[in-house]
C-alpha cells in the first residue's frame, strides 16, 4: 500500500512542471523541458508524448524550434560520456555538436553519441506541433509545406496556429490556400456550430476533392438498433425498414451486436454442439447416420435444448419476432443536426455538379478512345473500304509503325526530334510493306477476298513471330517529349493527358488529309474511279494496277503513323497489333464500308459505347468489352451496311 | 440413283479403314496395350489432333461446302470443352470433398458438400459459391446434352441473326470473329462463372475412374475419338452427297442464283452452320479431357484462323483434305514447337525452329493460297490425273479455288 502512494506521489510530481509548463509559462527555456522529461524523450509512445512536444512548442523559446526539428530528422542525440542532450550535424567522420541552448559542443565521434531515433507516430506528432512555427516561417517555401502538411493531415490543434497565421500572410496564392484550408478546418473541428455551417455554406458549388473528404466523415453514418417504443436518440440520418434496407440477417446481427439479442447459432457451431454431444453414436437419441440434413440437426439441438445440455440459441422465429420487436436506424458520427443538414445540402449540390463533370470527363475519355480506334481503323478504311481487300495483317502494320518508333529513338536521344523523323519514317517503312505484299500477294486474289483474308493472316502471324524474334517478348517503351507529358486539366474532375489530345488533333488531321486526298486530288478521283468500275477506269486510260498498289500503301502507310500515335500511350510489344485489329474492322463495318465519314462514326460510336457500358461498372473493361461486341452484332443486324451506307452504284454488290 | 452411298463415295470407305488401321495400329503400338513403343503423352497428342481433325471437317462443311467463311468455331470447340470440364472438374472435386468430409463425427449434408465444392473449385477466383451457369454440373447426362445444346443454340441465335439480315462473305467473318471474341472476354471475367482466365484444369482425371492409369484412358481417349472422327466423316459425307449437298454447294457458288430457285438459302445455312458447331463441340469435348485444361485464351479468334488455315491447307470442298490439314499442320507444329526439331546451322546464324516455325507456317499459308488453292488434296487430283475444266480464264464461281473433284470430272 505504501509503495502504491509512493509511486502515486512520484508520477504526480513527474507531472506537476509539465503542468506548469502547459500554461506556457516564459521562465522555463526548451532545453529546461526536454532535461525535466528526460525519460519520455529518450524512449517516446506516441500515446504519451504529445504533452510534452505541446510544452515545448507552447514554450515560446526559439530554441525549441530548433529541438523539435532535430527532434524529428534523427539529429538529437544524447552524449555518452555526461548523457547531456546534444543537437547533431553529421560531418565527414562525426557529428558537430552543440547543446539545447543553441552554444557550440564541439564534435564527437559517432560511436560516443546515441542517436534517439523516434518512430513514425512519435514524428508525425512532432511534425504537428511544428506546422504552427513553420506556418509564420519567412521562408515562403516552409509555410507552403506547413499547407500541405496540415492538407493531408488536418488536426484539431492545427485551427488555431492557421487562423493566428492568416492575418500576417503576405503570399496572395499562400493567402488564399490558408483561407481554404481555414474554412476546412472549421467545418470540422470548430467548437461553434454556427461557424462551421457558414464555412460549409461557403463551400456551395465548389468541386474539390479535399472538401469531399473533409465533409464526408461528418456525414458517416454506423447502423443502430433501439426497441420499438424507446425514443431514438443520436443525430438520426433515417429509419431503416428491415426488409428493404437492411436483410432480416443484417438487423439480427445489429441486435446481437447491441447485446439487445442472443446470437444465432451458425451451423458450424451447431455442428460442434452436436459432436461435443455424441453419446453411443447418437445424438439426443436420433442416430448419426440419420444427420446428414439440416433439419435433422437442427430437431437434434432443439431436442439438446430440451435437456438442457447446450445454451439456448435463438431459431428463426425467435429471430423474426425480435427484429419485429426493434426499431432499425442510422445516425451521423457528427452530434449536431444542423451541421448534417448544411453539409447534405452542399454534398448534394456538389453530386449535381460532379455528375454533370463526370459526364464531361466520360465524354472527352470517350472521344478519346474513339480518336483512337479511328487512327488504327483509317488504313483499313482505305483498304477494306475502297479497295474491299482483307488485310488481316494490318495490325501488324501498326506494330510496324510503332517499332519503327522505338527504333528512332534508340539513334536520336531527342524525343521531340525523334518524333518527328520517325512520323515520316514510318509512313514510308510500311507504306514500302504495304505496296510489296499488295504487289507478291494481294494483286493475285482480288477475285478472292474471303482468301486474302487467309494469305494476310499468314503474313500476319509470320511478322509478327519475326517481331518477336527481333525484338524479343518485352514490351519496348516509345517515350513520348517532355511536352507531351502531364495533363490538361480543367478541374479536378475533367482532366485529358496531353498525349490524347495530340492523338485527337492527330486523328482529325487523317480526317482532313483523306478528305482532300479522295475529293480534291487526281488521284482520289482514280482511286474511286477503279473502285467503282475498274475496267471502265482503264479505259480511261488509268492504270488500275498502278492506283491499286498506291492506294494499298497509303493505307498501310497511315497504319504505320497510328502505329507510333498508339505506342506512345501503350507498350510496343509484337502483339500490339493483335489488340486493335477486331476492333478496326468492326470500326469499319459498323460505320459503313467506303465512306471515311462512316468510319468517323464507327469509331465515335465503339468509343462512345465502350465508355459509357464502362461508366455503369467501371472496375471491368472485360466485360464493358464484351457488351460492346454484343452490342456491335446486333447492330449489324439492323443496319446490315453499316450507320453510312452506300446507296445506288458506288455500293457495287 | 441406284448405286448405294458408299459405292458413290469410295473416299468414304477408305477414310475410314485408313482410320480403323491407325487406330489400331496405335494400340498396339501403345504403353498400356501393346508394345510400348509410343509414350502415352505421344498417344494423347494423336487423340488430340483426331479430335481438331473432326473440327476441321466441321470447317470444311461450313467453308469448303457451303462457302461461309466461319471464324468461331474454335469457340464452339472450346465451349464443348466447357461443358464436359464443368462436369469433370464437379465430379472429382465432389469426390474429394466427400473424402475430406467423411473424416468428421456428422455425416455430411448436402449443403455442406455443395459448399466444399463450391470453396474449392472457386478459391482460385475469391467466390465461394457455385454460379448459376453449374446448375448442371453434377449429372453427366445433363452436361453431356449441354455439350451439344449450349454450342448448337448459341450457333442457331447467332446464324439466325447473322443470315436473316444477310451479312454475308467478309461481313459475315468478321462478325464470327467479333463473337469469338466477346466469348473470350467474357469468359476472361472472373465473375462469369468459369473461373476466368484460370480456366477448368486437372481434366485428364476422369472420376470414377480413379484406379485406371492415364496410359489406358489416353488409350481409350484414343479410340472414342477415332470413332467420332469416323462417325462424323460419315455423317458429313452423308450430308453433301445428297441433294441437300448439292443446294449448300450452289448456295456457295452464287447465293444469289439459289435465292432465284425457290430455295431457303437462309434456312440451309442456319442449319449448316449450327450442325458444324455441334460437331465442333463435340470435338471439343473430346479435346480437352485429353489436353487436361481449357481456358478462355483457348477461344481467342487466331484459333478460329488457324482452323481455316488447315482446312485451306489440306484442300477445301474434300473432306479428306480437311483431316489431312488438320492432322499434317498440327502435328508438324506440336513437332517443330516442341523443339524437336533439329535447328539449321547457316554459319553466320542459327536457324531455331521454336522462333522460326510460325514464320515458316505463315509463308506456307501465303504460297498455299496464291499456288495451290487446292491444298494438298490437289495432289490427290494429280494422282488420278484429274484437271480442273479449263473456262478459258471465266471464273467457275465466286470462290473458283474451291472445286469438287466430282464437278471436276464432269
Known sequence: ?653 | MTRTFLARNPSVLIFLLILSLFTLGVTVLSEAYGIAFLSTSFIKTLGKTLCLCLAALAMDLIWGYAGILSLGHMAFFALGGYMIGMWLMYARTEGIVITALSNEALPATAQEIQNGIAAQIFGVVGASELPGVWLFAHSLPLQLALVVLVPGLLALAFGWLAFRSRVTGVYLSILTQAMTLALALYLFQNDSGLRGNNGLSGLQNIPGLDGVSQDRISVWFLWASAFALGMGYLLVAWVVSGKFGSVIRAIRDDEARVRFLGYSVEGYKLFVFTLTAIIAAIAGALYYPQAGIINPAELAPIASIYLAVWVAIGGRGRLYGAVIGAALVSLLSSWFTGGRAPSINLGFYTINWVDWWLILLGLSFVAVTLFAPKGIGGLFDLLQGLRSPDRKGAPLGPDDGALLEKEAKE
Open chain 1, 1 to 653: 500500500m505504501r509503495a502504491a502512494v509512493a509511486a502515486l506521489v512520484l508520477v504526480l510530481v513527474s507531472l506537476l512542471p509539465l503542468a506548469a509548463l502547459a500554461q506556457g509559462d516564459p521562465q522555463v527555456s526548451a532545453a529546461q523541458i526536454v532535461e525535466n522529461n528526460r525519460a519520455q524523450i529518450e524512449k517516446p509512445s506516441r500515446q504519451t508524448i504529445g504533452p510534452v512536444i505541446s510544452a515545448l512548442a507552447a514554450s515560446g523559446d526559439p530554441q525549441a524550434v530548433d529541438i523539435l526539428t532535430a527532434w524529428a530528422n534523427r539529429g538529437l542525440g544524447l552524449r555518452k560520456s555526461d548523457g547531456a542532450f546534444v543537437l547533431m550535424t553529421e560531418t565527414a567522420d562525426g557529428y558537430a555538436l552543440r547543446l539545447l541552448d543553441g552554444t557550440d559542443a564541439g564534435t564527437a565521434a559517432r560511436a560516443d553519441i546515441t542517436e534517439l531515433r523516434p518512430n513514425s507516430g512519435v514524428r508525425g506528432v512532432i511534425a504537428n506541433a511544428l506546422v504552427q512555427f513553420q506556418l509564420t516561417d519567412p521562408d515562403r517555401a516552409r509555410r507552403a509545406s506547413a499547407l500541405t502538411t496540415i492538407a493531408r493531415d488536418p488536426a484539431p490543434e492545427l485551427l488555431e496556429p492557421l487562423r493566428a497565421s492568416l492575418e500576417a500572410e503576405t503570399d496572395p496564392a499562400l493567402r488564399a490556400q490558408k483561407d481554404r484550408l481555414n474554412r476546412l478546418l472549421t467545418l470540422r473541428f470548430d467548437p461553434d456550430p454556427a461557424a462551421r455551417i457558414a464555412a460549409i455554406d461557403s463551400f456551395s458549388g465548389d468541386l474539390g476533392l479535399d472538401l469531399r473528404a473533409a465533409l464526408n466523415p461528418l456525414l458517416a453514418t454506423t447502423r443502430r438498433a433501439a426497441p420499438q417504443g424507446t425514443a431514438l436518440e443520436g443525430n438520426i440520418a433515417r429509419e431503416l425498414d428491415p426488409g428493404s434496407d437492411l436483410t432480416e440477417t443484417e438487423a439480427y446481427d445489429l441486435l446481437v451486436a447491441a447485446n439487445l439479442a442472443p446470437a444465432r447459432l451458425t451451423p458450424a457451431e451447431l455442428k460442434a454442439a452436436l459432436v461435443a454431444n455424441i453419446v453411443d453414436g447418437a445424438v439426443a437419441g436420433i442416430p448419426l447416420a440419420e444427420l446428414n440434413t439440416q433439419a435433422a440437426r437442427n430437431r437434434a439441438y432443439t431436442a439438446l435444448e430440451v435437456a438442457g445440455l447446450v445454451p439456448i440459441a435463438a431459431t428463426d422465429e425467435e429471430v423474426t419476432q425480435s427484429v419485429a420487436a426493434h426499431r432499425f436506424f442510422e445516425t451521423y458520427a457528427e452530434a449536431d443536426a444542423s451541421v448534417t443538414a448544411a453539409a447534405s445540402s452542399v454534398l448534394s449540390g456538389i453530386e449535381i455538379k460532379l455528375g454533370t463533370m463526370q459526364m464531361a470527363d466520360l465524354t472527352l475519355d470517350a472521344l478519346s478512345l474513339a480518336s483512337i480506334y479511328f487512327l488504327a481503323a483509317i488504313g483499313l478504311a482505305i483498304t477494306f473500304g475502297v479497295m474491299r481487300v482483307i488485310n488481316m495483317a494490318h495490325g501488324e502494320f501498326i506494330m510496324m509503325g510503332a517499332y519503327t518508333g522505338y527504333v528512332v529513338q534508340l539513334f536520336i536521344p531527342n524525343y521531340t526530334l525523334s518524333l518527328v523523323v520517325a512520323l515520316p519514317l514510318a509512313f514510308l517503312v510500311t507504306f514500302a510493306a504495304g505496296v510489296a505484299m499488295e504487289r507478291l500477294v494481294i494483286r493475285h486474289l482480288y477475285k478472292r477476298p474471303l482468301e486474302t483474308l487467309l494469305a494476310t493472316f499468314g503474313i500476319s502471324i509470320a511478322l509478327q513471330q519475326l517481331a518477336k524474334n527481333i525484338f524479343g517478348t518485352q514490351a519496348r517503351p516509345l517515350t513520348s517529349p517532355a511536352w507531351l507529358d502531364g495533363a490538361l486539366t480543367f478541374n479536378d474532375i475533367v482532366s485529358i493527358s496531353y498525349i490524347r489530345v495530340a492523338i485527337f488533333v492527330l486523328a482529325l488531321l487523317f480526317l482532313m488529309f483523306f478528305l482532300w486526298l479522295m475529293k480534291r486530288t487526281r488521284l482520289g478521283l482514280e482511286v474511286r474511279a477503279v473502285t467503282q468500275n475498274p475496267s471502265m477506269a482503264a479505259s480511261m486510260g488509268i492504270n488500275p494496277d498502278r492506283i491499286n498498289m498506291l492506294t494499298f500503301g497509303l493505307g498501310s502507310g497511315i497504319a504505320g503513323i497510328a502505329g507510333i500515335a498508339i505506342g506512345l500511350f501503350a507498350k510496343v510489344t509484337s502483339e500490339l497489333g493483335n489488340d486493335y485489329i477486331v476492333q478496326s474492322f468492326m470500326t469499319v463495318v459498323v460505320g459503313g464500308v467506303g465512306n471515311i465519314w462512316g468510319t468517323l462514326a464507327g469509331a465515335l460510336m465503339i468509343g462512345t459505347l465502350q465508355k459509357g457500358i464502362e461508366w455503369f461498372n467501371p472496375s471491368n473493361t472485360l466485360a464493358a468489352q464484351t457488351y460492346m461486341i454484343l452490342f456491335i452484332i446486333l447492330f449489324i443486324q439492323f443496319r446490315p451496311r453499316g450507320i453510312i451506307a452506300l446507296k445506288g452504284r458506288a455500293a457495287g454488290d
